[in-house]
C-alpha cells in the first residue's frame, strides 16, 4: 500500500497562475473607481492592480504603460478620446508593443456608462464652450440616479447601477462598435466591454492539466 499523505503535504497546485495585468487610467477618480469594483465583483483583485499614473495625455499614458510593461505580462490603457490632438498618434505607438492593450472610449469613459440605459449613437461634438465629452456628461446627468455624477468624485458609478444594467451595457458595447465599424464613424463607441472580460477571466480560476 502507498504511503498515506498527510493533510499538510502538497500534491502540486490545483491551478495555473493568473498573469499580472495593470490598468492604467485617464482619470484619477471615475474611470478607476469604477474598474476597481469591477475587479472586485469578478473577485480578481489579487491579479489586476488599477492605478493613475499621473498624466493626462493619450501619448504619456501609452508611453507609461510601455515602460511598466516590463513588469506585467499585460497592460491596458483606458483612454478617451475627445479633442486630445495627439490621439491617433498615442493609439498608433501601441500597436507594435504585444503586452499593451488599448481600451478607447469615443467621445469618453462616460459613454460606458450611458449605455447602461439603453443603445445609444447619438454622435457627439463640441457645442459653443462644452467640448463632446461635456456634452455627453450632460445626457448621463439625466439618467436616473446619475443626475449629481462628477467625473472627479470619488464615489464609484459602479454602485448606481444594476447588474442588470451592466450585462445590457455590454451587449450595446459589441452593437456599437460593430456598427461603428459599419460606418467607419467610432464616434460613439467603447472598447470598455474588452477589459471587462479580461477581468472577469481573472476572476476565474484555471485548473492545472490533468486536475480535476
Known amino acids: 500500500m502507498g504511503q498515506r499523505q498527510l493533510p499538510f503535504q502538497r500534491s502540486g497546485a490545483r491551478f495555473q497562475p493568473q498573469p499580472t495585468v495593470l490598468v492604467i487610467c485617464e482619470d484619477s477618480k471615475s474611470s478607476k473607481h469604477y474598474l476597481d469594483d469591477v475587479k472586485c465583483h469578478f473577485r480578481a483583485q489579487l491579479h489586476v492592480e488599477v492605478t493613475h499614473c499621473g498624466k493626462t495625455d493619450p501619448v504619456g499614458i501609452i508611453a507609461e504603460a510601455v515602460r511598466r510593461s516590463k513588469s506585467f505580462d499585460r497592460v491596458f490603457c483606458v483612454i478617451d478620446r475627445d479633442e486630445h490632438p495627439n490621439f491617433d498618434a498615442a493609439v498608433a505607438s501601441a500597436a507594435s508593443k504585444p503586452k499593451v492593450t488599448v481600451i478607447t472610449s469615443y467621445p469618453c ?8 440605459f439603453g443603445y445609444n449613437r447619438k454622435p457627439y461634438t463640441r457645442v459653443g464652450g462644452r467640448s463632446p465629452a461635456d456634452c455627453l456628461i450632460d445626457d448621463l446627468k439625466a439618467k436616473p440616479r446619475m443626475k449629481d455624477y462628477d467625473k472627479g468624485h470619488k464615489a464609484s458609478p459602479f454602485q448606481y447601477l444594476t447588474l442588470e444594467q451592466f450585462q445590457l451595457a455590454r451587449r450595446h458595447a459589441v452593437r456599437a462598435l460593430e456598427e461603428a465599424a ?4 467610432l464616434n460613439p463607441s467603447t472598447r470598455l ?9 481573472l476572476g476565474t480560476p484555471i485548473p492545472v492539466a490533468g486536475n480535476k
Open 109 to 116: 469613459f462616460e459613454y460606458w456608462l450611458l449605455i447602461h
Open 182 to 185: 459599419q460606418v467607419n464613424d
Open 193 to 201: 466591454h474588452l477589459l471587462i472580460e479580461a477581468i472577469e477571466k
